[in-house]
């Protein structure tokens, strides 16, 4: 099958390349995308200029969607907040565009969500049923979705991975937190009772090759494992995992002084379930933190 991806030079980007055959990439930057690609072919694409270019589709059966501003870089500011909604919403909507102007669509359309859907929900079990939050990464993801789902019309099965904190070596969540930790000075941040639903990039991949093989799959499906932990139980396994104390934990209010509204995403509590994965069968690789961290770290 071929496989055609977008953000393949972000962190998950780029382990899932590693996992197809002959992929085709849309990119700002083709010549980057295309560095480490073995084999297929990368197309030059500003998500927010138009849309991508026909060819890039021949042969095309499937569309993995990952582009989009990062969320965890900078302040918050009113354009960086400007840049985060459209580069996901009018993006995708260029995209769809596309897709559904070929005579010939591609069978599915596996585009990225975020658990931020869910706002700060305390400690409330949050399945792919549970009803949106009320902030600005919940609005985000609720327009994000809403532009793929035209795709369905044209007779496309889309799957919407709600994406949690993602933790792997060289990128991500975990290369932001754990050079504190390895000199002993991590710590849980504020309270440490906010819920932290995470997924080893190797069981990310494997659930987005999942949703494109799977043709059960289709409409959200949390990309978490089943065993999400508080701030303070993750704060504890990293602590192991790097052989060091966590004994400096961190007040939610310089966290918020130092990155502003920003600081919302690390307090924030969503205790998420991946009951659709589950259902449908996909067998993790890493369902256990321990030993997830373990793996990474060593």
């Known amino acids: 099958m071929r496989i055609l991806v977008t ?30 690609l073995a084999r297929g072919k990368a197309f030059r694409w500003d998500p927010l ?41 009018v993006g995708t909507t260029n995209l769809v565009r596309a897709i559904c102007d070929l005579p010939n669509p591609p069978r599915v359309l596996v585009s990225a969500s975020a658990i931020g859907i869910y706002g700060d929900r305390g400690d409330e079990p949050l399945e792919e049923r549970s009803a949106p939050g009320k902030d600005f990464l919940a609005d985000v993801c609720r327009e994000w979705e809403a532009a793929a789902d035209p795709a369905r019309e044209r ?10 904190i993602v933790l792997g070596a060289g990128g991500g969540a975990l290369a932001k937190m754990i050079t504190p930790f390895k000199f002993g000075l991590g710590g849980r941040l504020a309270s440490g009772r906010q819920w932290m639903s995470w997924i080893h990039v190797d069981d990310m991949v494997g659930m987005l090759l999942f949703a494109v093989n799977n043709e059960h799959a289709s409409g959200a499906m949390n990309a978490v494992s089943p065993t999400p932990v508080t701030n303070s139980d993750f704060t504890r396994a990293l602590a192991a995992a790097v052989h060091r104390p966590a004994i400096f934990p961190v007040p939610g209010f ?26 449908a069968g996909y067998g993790y690789l890493y369902p256990d933190l321990q030993a997830a961290l373990r793996s990474i770290v060593e």
């Not at 310089?254 to 379930?273: H, M, N, P, T, Y």
């Open 155 to 164: 007779g496309v099965r889309v799957v919407h991975p709600r994406i949690g």
């Open 254 to 279: 310089a966290l918020r002084l130092l990155l502003g509204e920003f600081a919302q995403i690390l307090l924030a509590s969503q205790r998420v379930l991946p009951r659709a994965a589950e259902k």
């Open 7 to 36: 953000g393949a030079t972000g962190f998950i980007g780029r382990k899932l390349l590693e996992g197809i055959k002959d992929p085709v990439v849309l990119s700002r930057n083709p010549d980057k995308a295309q560095t480490p």
């Open 49 to 89: 200029a138009g849309e991508p270019p026909r060819e890039a589709f021949d042969g095309v059966e499937a569309v993995i969607h990952l582009a989009g501003e990062p969320v965890a870089e900078g302040r918050w500011t009113a354009a960086k907040k400007q840049r985060i909604m459209e580069s996901r919403k």
